[in-house]
């Protein structure tokens, strides 16, 4: 079961999943198509309703979810004190929460047989907050240390639990993006830099096949390891965020993006 996959790396991957063989539910929260052997249905990661709807749907149709790959995202463009608390919410129910409501959905079918895996897909945003992009940072940085405390809580079980973490790939994630919705004068030069650096990144973002690829690893792997980089910045990223002094990070980060040094 792949959640998210009716564009981006979700899609990729559920196409790659039917290809080797598996037999693939993708989800969306819009009716979709089903394609390449992929049974689309329609779900709302933030809704408890349609969650359990969506998962019962697949069990009726299918002996059990053999392994659950939390794929779908949001994306919220604007600095941290034009946000909202009802949009930095919004951000959370997706790309946590969503994540969070899945797993305990499939959690009781993996206990009983004793077997399962879950592959939560993260991102590199959090290991570095990029400005412009602090709740989806701190939104992915909680579901990676949420993904690690449950890799622990589950592996008696037989259940195996691993995070996936891409770069930049060229995908639709800024289409289905939303705007703070309070811009403030003093933030408008860096955020229309910190926003050039994100667009013109994703343009020139790696294939998602290649992210794909990574997220099969992780999902059919014998020993899976608790985390998977995906693309070209995958190494570089958390050794530069562990191993280099802070002052260099951030001087990295402010030119990345064109920030005033000040």
Not at 164 to 182: I, K, M, R, S
Request: one cysteine or more; proline letters at 4%.
């Amino acid at each position: 079961m792949v959640t998210g996959a009716s564009s981006g790396i979700g899609r990729t991957t559920a196409l790659l999943f039917a290809e080797r063989g598996a037999r693939v539910f993708g989800t969306s929260r819009r009716e979709r198509p089903d394609e390449g052997g992929v049974r689309m249905l329609r779900l709302d990661v933030r809704s408890d309703e349609s969650v359990r709807e969506c998962v019962d749907e697949v069990l009726a149709q299918a002996d059990g979810i053999d392994i659950l790959i939390n794929n779908a995202g949001v994306m919220l463009e604007g600095f941290a004190e034009e946000t909202a608390p009802d949009e930095a919410r919004a951000v959370f129910e997706t790309n946590f929460f969503g994540a969070v409501r899945l797993v305990d959905a499939v959690l009781p079918g993996m206990r009983e047989r004793r077997r399962g895996r879950i592959v939560n897909v993260g991102s590199l945003a959090a290991w570095i907050g990029e400005p412009g992009e602090g709740f989806y940072a701190a939104s992915k940085a909680a579901l990676a240390r949420y993904t690690e405390s449950l890799r622990h809580e589950v592996w008696h079980l037989g259940i195996k639990v691993c995070l996936v973490e891409p770069g930049v790939f060229a995908t639709e994630v800024l289409d289905a993006a939303t705007a703070a919705g309070a811009a403030i004068a003093d933030y408008d030069g860096p955020r229309e830099s910190a926003r050039a650096t994100l667009h013109g990144a994703l343009r020139r973002g790696e294939d998602p096949r290649k992210a794909a690829q990574v997220v099969w690893k992780a999902a059919t792997a014998r020993a899976p390891r608790g985390r998977y980089g995906a693309g070209g910045q995958s190494f570089v990223v958390p050794r530069l965020r562990t191993l280099a002094p802070q002052r260099l990070v951030d001087i990295a980060l402010r030119r990345a993006y064109g920030l005033p040094r000040r």
